[in-house]
């Protein structure tokens, strides 16, 4: 029997590009279910993923990824969690299926997709730092034996990959080709897209040092 999949989509003020992630979503057998969870967004995240069908739950105040990724596994049963960022460019059923498939077939207990052929910004960041790619496919008791991972921010692939790596998770990286996604730089302008590539880098930080593994 086919293990149910609910795609979890973290989105922060993402109104302009939730819709573009959404639509692909549609056609896609393999999802039981697609949680948009708005994580404190002021501008119309929640009803553009309304109005694409999602389910949508709206957090009052923006409490970071890994806050908001847990409270898309609290609202769901499925086996399976798909992670798909708000800000994807290409994405397909294929690319769903490509993460899906090795845990399908027992392979892995964690699917990392691996951009390439994409834009060349975002396959250059890529190279530099894979292990920071969201769009995963994970084994639900994975992440709820886990609940650390609310207080992990935009570290939560970076702890999750530790965590793979201390309680020996099979992990399998797929290429999903022609992917990409907007820079924070392109949506919030050059000063303000660095500084909060700047918090990003150091909430992972900070999230290696003071999120304790259970």
């Known amino acids: 029997m086919r293990l149910e999949v609910a795609a979890v989509i973290p989105a922060y003020n993402e109104a302009k590009n939730i819709g573009r992630v959404l639509a692909p979503l549609r056609g896609c057998s393999e999802l039981s279910q697609v949680i948009v969870v708005s994580d404190g967004s002021t501008d119309q995240t929640a009803a553009v993923a309304r109005k694409m069908g999602a389910q949508v739950i709206e957090l009052p105040k923006n409490k970071g990824k890994g806050a908001a990724v847990m409270a898309g596994v609290a609202a769901t049963t499925a086996e399976v969690i798909l992670l798909l960022d708000a800000d994807l460019i290409g994405l397909t059923a294929q690319h769903v299926k490509t993460l899906l498939e090795p845990i399908f077939t027992q392979e892995a207990m964690m699917t990392i997709g691996c951009f390439s052929g994409g834009r060349l910004a975002t396959d250059l960041s890529q190279h530099m730092a894979p292990k920071l790619n969201g769009q995963r496919a994970i084994r639900r008791e994975l992440l709820v034996a886990h609940p650390e991972l609310a207080q992990s921010g935009y570290g939560f692939e970076v702890v999750m990959n530790r965590l793979a790596q201390v309680n020996r998770y099979k992990v399998v990286w797929v290429d ?29 930080l900070r999230a290696l040092v003071t999120v304790k593994l259970q």
């Open 176 to 204: 999903l080709p022609h992917l990409s996604q907007v820079l924070k730089e392109e949506k919030l302008g050059l000063a303000r897209g660095v500084a909060a590539r700047m918090r990003m880098y150091w909430q992972i």
